[in-house]
């Protein structure tokens, strides 16, 4: 028991350690430019231009992390969870846009002023050194226009889509930045540590997002030929698709996990989307999706026999995280797809199943659920209706503590939407459970 | 993220770039140490200085000194401006022009890498204080 736990919270250290090692990055990227001299001052107002310079490597270093993190690249996903990487990224999104913003402007102001011009008359002025220069600027503005259009789109709840064709125009950007980092920038002036820092932070970053992002889901498609073999529209409006393939046990898939899945079939194949795996058997894996997006829906039509490109399988909401001999898994409609999965293969300890779903015609695989809890002799809470002021629904308000004896005794695994996680997760905190042994599988965009 | 958390990453980062500032050379220099005024020379030296060449990183003139037809100096009279960007990428490229030059006894010397704007136009005005010396 107290050896699982330790493993707990030594996976918990691992991921703080990495997350600060990413954030440590930047400051090295720093340290070397002041060890290099970087900080020529001539005059007491050089120091504003050292300071844009060090906010373009603060820049330039947080948008690599951000592409590993982003990169699928299979020691991020283990050490820190693919919610977490997504999390971390946008932290690191929202600091790289300030330094940039930072850098652009004392830099623009400090050379306008050296040049004696108009910050105004400095923008084309900058041309003349080179066009690296423009295409910087370009970038610039690329980037501001992605930062503006995502926040309107998560503002206003627009569709995943729109969100992730805004996104990808950040690749765009990160192209017309590059070149004025190595040309113009001091980023690979002298050799030493410094040169290899820089050269190790791009290869390893853009390597691995083209290995885990392009070369392997290729690579996985010819080896186990993943094709849709059944597509069913389920009473209660969600979708379960079947994919069958050769040797599957390769990609070793476990319970809990889930994938991003691209349908290469008219009218899909443009986008990659995240759906948790809800049942893995030896030749055959099942996403069963919501009816929430406009994708989700068509997923109906979406013809058998399509070749099917996979990332992953990715997430760490599997049963290694288990620290306590019995379980509760905490559903939110269309979040028990994870934890079919996980019904489906043996338990050892108690296994209460919490369900919460706006109506009991709506709560997806029902049936299934019931069937896999009465294999383990497991209990079925369930809760419809109008949302009350927790998790549950206001005709029938309730607590885990109520609803199970011996909380300190079990894993909670939550799954579901961030807001109504949140008050299950505080709930079990309040009734007493540790941290280490509440999960969660948190849906973001990234 | 916990503030404990926050204040690890904080406090990693500054020990960090504190590092940084414990290796780090003075900081503070002078444009001046880039540039050298024209002085009187010793008997039976030379100096020609070479046409001041413009572009967009500031204006740039080479000194030479000659005896008995060798060269035994190199200095910029002019090398971009004051911007201390400018400064530093000078402060290291004239001392590796005049290395060049007086091992090579010649205008045409390689371009210094990190000094794309420097190094043109400072051969150029190299190549004319040679020309004015009667050396090329």
Redesign the interface.
């Known amino acids: 028991m107290t050896e699982l736990t330790v493993d707990a919270r030594v996976r918990e250290r691992r991921a703080v350690a990495l997350t600060a090692a990413l954030w440590w990055t930047g400051a090295v990227a720093v340290a070397f430019f002041v060890a290099q001299g970087g900080l020529t001052i001539t005059s007491p107002v050089d120091y504003l231009y050292s300071l844009g310079q060090i906010a373009g490597l603060v820049a330039a270093v947080l948008v690599m992390n951000q592409v590993l993190l982003i990169s699928r690249v299979p020691w991020i996903e283990h050490t820190l969870g693919h919610d977490r990487a997504a999390v971390t990224h946008t932290r690191m999104g929202k600091v790289a846009f300030l330094a940039m913003l930072v850098h652009a402007a004392l830099l623009l102001i400090m050379t306008a002023h050296y040049d004696g011009r108009s910050v105004l008359a400095e923008i084309p002025a900058l041309w003349d050194l080179g066009w690296f220069l423009a295409a910087a600027q370009a970038a610039l503005g690329v980037f501001a226009l992605v930062v503006v259009t995502s926040l309107v789109i998560v503002r206003r709840r627009w569709r995943y889509e729109s969100w992730h064709a805004v996104h990808l125009c950040v690749y765009v950007a990160i192209a017309l930045a590059l070149p004025h980092q190595f040309i113009e920038g001091s980023t690979f002036r002298g050799k030493g540590a410094a040169w290899w820092f820089w050269l190790a932070l791009y290869v390893v970053t853009l390597g691995s997002w083209l290995a885990y992002r392009v070369v392997r889901p290729l690579a996985h498609a010819r080896r186990y030929g993943l094709r849709v073999s059944d597509v069913t529209t389920h009473p209660d409006g969600s979708t379960s698709i079947v994919m069958t393939g050769r040797d599957l046990a390769g990609l070793r898939a476990m319970p809990g996990q889930f994938g991003l899945w691209r349908f290469l079939a008219r009218g899909y194949w443009r986008e990659a989307h995240p759906f948790s795996l809800s049942r893995i058997e030896a030749n055959a894996l099942r996403v069963t999706v919501g009816a929430s997006g406009d994708f989700s829906s068509s997923l109906g039509a979406l013809p058998v026999g399509t070749r099917v490109l996979l990332e992953g399988p990715l997430g760490i909401f599997t049963a290694r995280l288990r620290t306590r001999p019995g379980v509760v898994y905490v559903a939110g409609g269309i979040g028990i797809t994870p934890l079919l999965a996980l019904l489906q293969h043996p338990h050892s300890g108690p296994l209460d199943i919490v369900l919460r779903a706006s109506s009991l015609e709506s709560a997806p695989l029902r049936d299934e659920v019931h069937t896999l809890a009465a294999r383990h002799g497991a209990t079925v809470h369930e809760f419809f209706g109008p949302r009350g002021e927790g998790w549950s629904s206001a005709a029938e308000p309730a607590r885990l503590a109520d609803l199970v004896a011996g909380l300190d005794q079990r894993d909670v695994y939550i799954c579901g939407p961030v807001a109504w996680a949140d008050a299950v997760a505080a709930d079990a905190v309040a009734s007493g459970v540790a941290p280490e042994a509440i999960h969660r599988e948190r849906f973001g965009w990234s | ?1 916990r503030a404990s ?1 926050k204040l ?2 904080g406090g ?3 020990a ?2 504190a ?3 414990a ?3 003075p ?5 001046d140490d880039v540039t050298a005024d024209p002085q009187p020379t010793a008997s039976g030296a030379q100096t020609f200085a070479g046409p001041a060449v413009s572009n ?2 500031g204006t740039y003139q080479a000194q030479i000194t000659v005896v008995d037809g060798m060269v035994t100096d190199v200095v910029a009279l002019q090398a971009g ?8 990428v000078n ?1 290291v490229a004239i001392p590796a022009f005049r290395t060049e030059v007086l091992e090579a006894q010649s205008w045409d010397v390689d371009a210094i ?2 000094a ?2 420097t190094s043109p136009a400072f051969i150029e005005s190299l190549h004319g204080a040679f020309e004015d010396a009667g050396l090329s």
């Open positions: 993220m958390h690890v990453i990693g980062c500054a960090i770039v590092v940084g500032f290796s780090a050379p900081m503070r220099v002078s444009a967009a990183r401006t004051r911007d201390p960007q400018s400064v530093a402060r890498s990190g794309s704007f």
